[in-house]
């Protein structure tokens, strides 16, 4: 197993930087890498953390990974990568502050771009395209408190692709008693997606933590995040053991209502709770002077929906979502539900 200079041999577990780019003033934000090189041959995983630097629940889990995984007793490989956003990670961001960009929207980047497409460009190349499978971790960051497991919408449902149907299982097979995808351009356009996806890499994104919910749910969050990465070994085979799972069911939302903030800024109250049936038309929060507590404005549902765990809960400024809602689109058992995937 080779990243850049980086090389483990079966049943080694070896670390080092991937040099990826270099600023104008020579900022270099290598990425740290960990390798892992099963004893027998088989797929390979990616995890990785913090692409959005301020988003850590699974930079903490995939440190402890770091420290249980044996690569003696594994089949295939596993790649590591506590932090790819070196830049927004230092400065407790989301994206790269030297030009303004999100590294995770760029791929398979640009090797004469700026430093985030240089870094995009990079760690596409070299990491993403070797996997099979890629567990990309995120989280509310700051502003809000997120659990769910994100994939992408399918083209056609009836008919889903190879792909499709791996990372349906992946999804499920990741632990989390609810997951979501958005439907097309929700949030603008999908070529980073296509670009992972293109390379024939299965990828599933984690949303998990964050926000207020940080104090009280981290070690939880942590905990949770690091047993989907050890169910989604499982499911590739990389490893054996039964999977662990909040319950039997997974609740599949079609997460096609977002909220907006209007133009006015303020205090963000959410008057809906997680799980709860939002009728089109109800309000579902309230903006209000943070100093007065006068009524600014009042965000409206736009359709019957069931509220995703999302959402701000401090002052809001510019513009950003306050809230996801999304209508039930299937029902899977864990009991009934093959989970593994082959390569």
């Known amino acids: 197993m080779r990243v850049g200079n980086l090389e483990a041999r079966p049943g080694e577990h070896r670390f080092g930087y991937l040099e990826v780019a270099k600023g104008r003033s020579g900022l270099s934000p290598d990425i740290p890498v960990h390798l892992f090189a099963g004893a027998e041959p088989g797929p390979t995983l990616l995890v990785q953390g913090a692409i959005h630097g301020g988003e850590i629940i699974g930079s903490i889990a995939i440190l402890n990974l770091v420290q249980k995984l044996d690569p003696s007793r594994m089949r295939g490989n596993v790649i590591a990568v506590p932090v790819v956003n070196r830049i927004g990670f230092e400065l407790g961001e989301r994206g790269v502050r030297a030009d303004g960009k999100d590294i995770s929207r760029l791929f398979p980047g640009k090797a004469r771009g700026s430093i985030s497409d240089q870094i995009a460009y990079r760690y596409f190349h070299e990491v993403i395209v070797q996997a099979n499978v890629k567990v990309d971790f995120h989280a509310g960051a700051r502003t809000a408190y997120e659990r769910y497991v994100l994939f992408g919408a399918e083209d056609d449902p009836q008919n889903p692709t190879e792909l499709e149907l791996k990372r349906r299982k992946l999804?499920?097979?990741?632990?989390?008693?609810?997951?979501?995808?958005?439907?097309p351009n929700t949030f603008g356009n999908n070529s980073a997606k296509e670009a992972v996806e293109g390379a024939g890499v299965v990828q599933i994104t984690l949303e998990l933590g964050g926000g207020t919910g940080w104090v009280k749910n981290g070690a939880e969050n942590v905990a949770v995040a690091e047993r989907g990465i050890w169910n989604v070994m499982k499911s590739m085979r990389i490893i054996d053991g039964d999977f662990e799972a909040d319950g039997?069911?997974?609740?599949?939302?079609?997460?096609?209502?977002?909220?907006?903030?209007?133009d006015v800024d303020g205090l963000f109250i959410r008057q809906r709770a997680f799980g709860e049936h939002v009728k089109a038309g109800e309000v579902y929060g309230t903006l209000v002077d943070p100093y007065t507590g006068d009524l600014r404005a009042q965000l409206l549902n736009t359709k019957d929906a069931i509220v995703i765990p999302s959402g701000q809960e401090w002052p809001t400024i510019g513009a950003t979502s306050v809230g996801i809602l999304g209508q039930i689109d299937r029902i899977e058992d864990r009991r009934t539900m093959d989970l593994y995937v082959s390569f």
């Open 171 to 183: 999804v499920v097979a990741f632990g989390l008693d609810q997951a979501a995808f958005f439907p």
């Open 248 to 262: 039997p069911l997974c609740t599949v939302y079609n997460a096609g209502v977002v909220i907006w903030k209007p």
